[in-house]
């Protein structure tokens, strides 16, 4: 991948960089003791975990009739927050898939833990599906498993039924995407062991990898067809989530826009994840020469452009409402933004339409502090997002009798809490023992990438390392 | 890769120096087994004499089954065994299937696929094969030369290596 790059771009690696810094910076943290901070961040993450695990352990036992659910809103937090996860859990493969058909180099720096971060939201968004099921013992029944009901199968004609595919596909083909990404990385650090264990069990994972051109050759023909694979695989995924809502019939929901709308939000609260946490790792691991504030503002860009596609969205489907003429469709949507839940509606269109624009303003999207707080605010809209499309179109329905509102329990919030417990607590561990950088990627674009390399093309010398 | 072969390896520090360089010992008339980097070098296969690999076919078949099974499952299950009426629906309705259809392909190309490249390069879990030289995941790229494939004695390979650039070599 090593062509020529304009001398004028942004340089993607910065500190002048030799392979073997690239190795050394990345291997240390997973060679190194754990440090006080990653223990008391895994401390904490494990805590609330624990909060978690018992909150959604008693969920388990008595049935969700401890969530806040009434008769009219029959779907709130469990659904919102499995949507937001599953938004989340695009940007990953996103990165890794359509950045690698597009020949962007910027995604080799951040594309492992965007991965790793994918498949953990997914992980998060699969423990609400199997919770809102109320009886997870038998969430095998959403398969199509010969049984003993005189083989009665599923119902393939419900999107409910092809969410169960699209995730499990998505979460399986993400791991092995992920995982055959990591292979090489792994055997770096095999023959870089010192302890028995670790040269066991990295050399374990590494599957006698050697880096032969041969295996190359045909490794690179696997990640571009698995990147192939993957790109509508990650555009189904969310299609099909907006497919649970939109094939019902219930105003504020029953819309065409849906999938490509719920697909520009899932990459919009995707990419503002990633930012969170690579703005963290960078500064906790020392990365900065490899998530540079050229990254950052890549990655602020496409939150910027999404972001607007998500705006447009919203104000399609206010149009829409009133252009059709259904009396029901209008309210759904006046009752929204003046509705009781007005500030719900409000905070979504501050932080999911508002805000982004910011971006355009090249100070704001290098600025690191003020793109942290940012992608926080983008998930919160997000998760606003969901919550005004799920219960504001549910709580007042065809009958004004049996109107009512919506609020959480200690164990709707604690469900929530624990998806956070897993989430971190799994990433943590990942940012400990495996690689957070794509260190062949990053090698295999370095030319023309980093300093080092292009003052050397612009004047060759002759190498004296080593 | 068995230890009793005599391999002469030819250590060089850039990608592009040892890429030249495959193409300087082969005028030789030396055969080159492999060379081994730590990261993928566009055009070595080539260089090398490596054959295109055929895993895109391989992937396209693991494809082509997987939509088949799951259209098979899906028309055997609702239209055969216990078709019902969903939806004043068809029992054969296609267009509902094209979802699942589709995740089924995918699934099946991406396993198999995988499943193909580790047999066809011999990667598995738990296998102890180590690199010939283990700073080739590191910084190094090595070109490995087996003496008993070749004509040419290992002095003069050993020269035409040093000709073509390397910094290092070693027998192993």
Known sequence: MSHVVSPIREKLVTGGKSYSDVTHDICKQVEGEPTKEWKIAFGISCLVFIYGAYCLFYTWWQGIGVWGLNKTVGWAWDITNFVWWVGIGHAGTLISAVLLLFRQKWRTSINRSAEAMTIFAVLCAASFILAHMGRPWLAHWALPLPNAFGSLWVNFNSPLVWDVFAISTYLSVSLLFWYMGLVPDLATIRDRATTAGRKFWYGFFSLGWTGSSKTWARYEYMSLILAGISTPLVLSVHTIVSMDFATSVIPGWHTTIFPPYFVAGAIFSGFAMVQTLLLITRVVFKLEDYITIEHIEMMNIVITVTGSVVGIAYLTEFFIAWYSGVEYESYAFINRATGPYWWAYWMMMTCNVISPQLFWSKAIRTNLMVSFFLSIVVNVGMWFERFVIIVTSLHRDYLPSSWAMFSPTMYDIGDYIFSFGLFFTLFFLFAKYLPVVNMAEVKSVMKGVSTEFTIKRIKPTKKTEE | ?172
């Open chain 2, 1 to 172: 890769m068995s230890s009793t072969t005599n391999y002469i390896l030819g250590v060089y520090d850039d990608e592009d120096e040892v890429l030249h360089a495959v193409g300087k010992v082969k005028a030789k008339g030396i055969k080159v087994e492999d060379v081994y980097s730590p990261f993928p070098i566009h055009g070595l296969d080539v260089a090398v004499g490596h054959e295109r690999t055929r895993l895109p076919i391989a992937a396209f078949m693991f494809g082509t089954l997987g939509m088949i099974c799951a259209f098979s499952l899906i028309s055997y299950t609702m239209v055969f065994d216990w078709p019902m009426i969903i939806g004043g629906k068809d029992f054969f309705a296609l267009p509902n299937w094209i979802p699942i259809a589709f995740e089924g392909t995918v699934l099946f190309t991406a396993f198999g696929l995988v499943s193909t490249f580790c047999i066809s390069n011999d990667l598995w879990p738990g296998n102890k094969t180590l690199p010939l030289d283990i700073r080739t995941t590191d910084d190094k790229f090595v070109m490995a030369i087996n003496v008993d494939k070749n004509r040419v004695s290992a002095a003069d390979i050993k020269k035409a290596l040093k000709e073509s650039g390397a910094i290092e070599v070693n027998v192993k």
